[in-house]
């Protein structure tokens, strides 16, 4: 008998995966989905950290895919312990409970009962290292062991509610070089740390750019300073690391160039944007679906955070973004699932699936 998805989310939880060991969680589901006649392969990325390509019927360009790694926990005050998975009325307690080990949770028992009525080919894709930049989709896509995706669903915290797409993430790096002197004598070297000070000032005149009618605007982020040894000392290196949510039609260069004028510029991470057009016949398809099962149909929003999607999905315009977790819960302290939307999150992905094999969405 097939295990509740409360239940299988909560073995989850309990395995550490934040930003490691990935590979005991598909340790996990691989046998899971091997035993109801999955042909299921691991893909190595990292030491312990590995990702998984299952396929039914040999495997099929409808793609269900969910990431098992989470952020970190540690430093936080958990009223629970971040990997107890307690069950708090008709809330699931955990890192990861939300984004998203409830829907990579929901994903394998629909894929499961999909199988189970012998459905046409599909595939899933379990990833590592999502939140960091998508490496174990990286890695996947590499192996070449899925086919393109005519349909992705991609299982994020949305509520159960359809999303369309997501901004683009690009991450720069700039380094600043100087000239160490005595902090009493400042005039005999060069900070480093100035020009990352001119370079944010900079920033701030660069604008949005063009507006998306969904995703809204491109947006830029400091994130990191590191620069200088102590107090007394003139700093003769710097860092500061930036992070850019680029969309449609506002790309990621405009913010490149500005930083260039002050030192030396890396890309640290490069995604694009994905964008599933809301007027196209099979997001209508995929809309009438989920409303069957939630009694609600979705205005086409985007999310604000990135996916697989801009990694699995080369057309990045065949992606759907639905998955069980609160939108408020990831990366939070004391992060939970709703029971409820985890349950039906299972209906969601059976009846997508159905759908497929009726050739219903196509």
Excluded at 277 to 286: E, K, L, N
Aim: hydrophobic fraction near 40%; charge should be negative; include cysteine.
């Amino acid at each position: 008998m097939t295990e509740s998805v409360v239940d299988l989310t909560s073995r989850l939880i309990r395995i550490d995966t934040a930003g490691h060991s990935e590979a005991e969680a598909i340790r996990l589901l691989a046998p899971i989905l091997a035993h109801d006649g999955f042909d299921v392969e691991t893909v190595p990325w990292l030491p312990e950290r590995s990702s998984l390509v299952a396929k039914w019927n040999g495997g099929g360009t409808f793609v269900l895919s969910g990431h098992v790694d989470t952020v970190p926990y540690a430093g936080a005050e958990w009223r629970h312990g971040a990997l107890s998975a307690y069950q708090d009325g008709a809330r699931l307690v955990g890192r990861g409970s939300s984004d998203m080990k409830g829907g990579v949770a929901a994903i394998i028992l629909a894929a499961i009962a999909a199988a189970r009525r012998n459905s046409r080919g599909f595939t899933v894709v379990l990833t590592a290292g999502e939140e960091t930049g998508c490496g174990g989709a990286q890695s996947v896509r590499k192996a070449g062991l899925m086919q393109h995706p005519t349909i992705l669903i991609i299982g994020e915290s949305t509520a159960n509610a359809v999303r369309l797409g997501h901004k683009g993430a690009t991450w720069f790096e700039l380094a600043t070089t100087g000239l160490s002197a005595h902090g009493s004598r400042p005039e005999l070297g060069i900070n480093a740390i100035e020009p990352l000070a001119d370079a944010i000032t900079a920033l701030r005149g660069v604008g949005p750019g063009a507006l998306h009618s969904e995703l809204g605007a491109r947006t830029i982020s400091v994130g990191t300073i590191t620069g200088g040894t102590q107090t007394n000392l003139v700093p003769d290196d710097a860092r500061m690391t930036v992070d850019v949510r680029p969309v449609p039609g506002a790309p990621s260069e405009p913010v490149r160039a500005v930083l260039a004028k002050f030192g030396q510029v890396d890309t640290v991470l490069e995604l694009p944007a994905v964008w599933s057009p809301a007027d196209s016949s099979v997001t209508r398809a995929i809309a009438d679906v989920v409303k069957g099962v939630t009694g609600r149909r979705d205005e086409p929003h985007g999310v604000s955070y990135f996916t697989d999607a801009a990694v699995l999905d080369p057309s990045l315009c065949r992606s759907y973004i639905v998955g069980p977790g609160d939108p408020d819960q990831p990366h939070t302290t004391n992060e939970s699932v709703s029971v409820v939307l985890l349950e039906q999150a299972v209906s969601i992905y059976e009846e997508l699936l159905d759908a497929w094999d009726r050739k219903a969405l196509r």
